[in-house]
């Protein structure tokens, strides 16, 4: 990758060739200061996601209230009750997507990988329809959701694994063909049972729904659980990029680690799916955009998509409930409008994983 | 053989039913460089990887003094990683997940690793700027950063050209200088021969074992890889030339 490179002379010229001597623009100091940026962009999002909505709010009364978590009032409870969950939820969402997409890109080594390849989101889209076909109540989806997902992952992984050769183009496939037939049966429990059902097609465009403390609290502590596993995985994750062979020569176990890794971010996956449905793009552009910023060591990659992630769902979050108030545009719907021109910016320049 | 760091004793080794090879023994003392030469598909990777312990035999034992490192060379390194993080990488897999500072201890040898591999001045450039060459003495800086004292190497010299070729196999027989075993995965018959110890010939799964003169041997090697091949003296050094035809 030439970008974020700076020719600064050669300094060492042997006496046969011409040499170029380049050095990394990034010192750590310099990725400090970018992942500081990256957080403080997360801060102000927290603060305006916070601030928007039907009532809109001056950010200083916001951080006011924030401040003083005993006090009483409308603004208050507005902020406290209603903003505070759903912004952390769009936050948590966000920065899960974010981490598991870099993950299994860097497992993968291909950076077409997002966090649903791995089956997660159409084993969960699948579970959520059968529960909404069958009367489940809407309070229960989510947890049906999650364990549809890892049902699912866990089915990818288990074929993608077993047996010998190019294990990574097997779970490519494995995850496309779990997909394709969850799809097919969502697609005739639509036609059979669900057109009427528009809580299900909402849930499958994707969106933080009206979240209560109770809720964000499952999702921020699940997802809190799943970083914290994956920012142990860092090492493995890191070896992994560089080829199983390679990795494996180093003396990492690499089919545990591949499993540990995968299995890591469908947990990360599945929570977030549970959380807010399917929300599309987040987990294949973050990696992307925070690789150009902070380079491919996942040292500062994840912690820099888990920033990056949390202020791009809040952000589209906040963009979704204020465009057109009172109608809420389903976040899926409007990352794919942002996404896909910055995907194809993003794909029309080299890419590395 | 008693004195070897690294054994092979009757292995074998199959892929589901496709015998690779079989009854397979090989001794490597310290300080030396064993060239494995063979036909393409005769299961040189594979032997090293069993050698390194990365893949069961089907019977046999191997045993090693020491962990071997097995270095697969040939590999493109993702394209921002400069050969001081490699060397990093490497010593990481050997710690424990959480610590994810490189020691101070850890900074000297990967300083001292890449100036033998002759990277210093290279340490914080990226791979996509370092040549075929470098990007292969980066790869044995990651196996010489672990202090390893058994090296395996799978094709250190693919992809290079003759000058970096030469550099690459005159640091494998630098380093068995320093009491370093190394076993390298060779094509060029005439390079095993110029720079390697023993040569070892992996062909129709049977391995035969010894000086370079007595393996490469004109009809063994026609034999193994099915076409004429003859044998010469080279001029000035002494050593064989193989030669097609």
Known sequence: MQIGLRHVGARHVSPSRPRRVVMPLLTPRAKLVRLSVLASALVLTLIAGACAGSLRLPPGQVIRVLLHPQAQGLVHEIVWQLRLPRVLAAAAVGGGLGVAGAMLQMLFRNPLVDPYITGVSAGAALAACFGLVYGVTFTLIPTLAFAGGLICAGVVAWIGMAGTGNNNLRLVLAGVAVSALASAVITLLLLWRGAQNVSLLGWLAGGIQTQSWRQAGLVAAYLAAGLAAAFLLVRDVNLLRLGSSAAAGFGLPVEQARLRVLVVASLITAACVAASGIVGFVGLIVPHAVRRVLGGDARWLLAGCAFAGSSLVVTADLLARSLVPPIEIPLGVLLAFVGVPFFLAIASRPVDV | ?245
Not at chain 2, 3 to 15: E, G
Not at chain 2, 113 to 142: D, K
């Open chain 2, 1 to 245: 053989m008693s004195d070897a760091v690294l054994k092979a004793a009757d292995v074998s080794f199959a892929y589901g039913e496709q015998a690779v090879f079989a009854g397979l023994s090989l001794g490597v003392r310290a300080g030396r460089l064993v060239a494995l030469v063979g036909p393409n598909g005769s299961g040189k990777s594979t032997l090293l990887r069993v050698l390194a312990g990365l893949a069961r035999p089907g019977s046999g034992r191997v045993e090693a003094a020491t962990r071997p490192a097995l270095v697969v060379c040939g590999q493109t390194p993702p394209p921002d990683v400069t050969p001081r993080e490699l060397a990093a990488y490497a010593l990481s897999a050997r710690r424990a997940a959480w610590v994810w500072r490189t020691q101070p201890q850890d900074e000297s040898a990967i300083s001292q690793a890449l100036q033998r591999c002759g990277l210093a001045g290279y340490a914080q450039t990226p791979v996509s700027l370092l040549s075929a060459g470098e990007v292969q003495r980066a790869w044995i800086a990651c196996a010489l950063v672990v202090n390893a004292r058994i090296l395996l190497v799978d094709e250190p010299t693919a992809h290079l050209d003759l000058r970096f070729a030469v550099e690459v196999l005159e640091l494998l027989r630098e380093l068995t200088a320093n009491g370093v075993a190394v076993v390298a995965a060779l094509h060029d018959l005439t390079m095993a021969a110029r720079f390697a110890h023993d040569v070892a010939l992996l062909a129709g799964g049977r391995l035969s074992c010894g000086p370079p003169e007595e393996i490469l041997e004109a009809r063994a090697l026609s034999e193994a890889f099915g076409v004429r091949v003859t044998t010469h003296r080279h001029p000035e050094l002494g050593h064989v030339v193989c030669l097609p035809g």
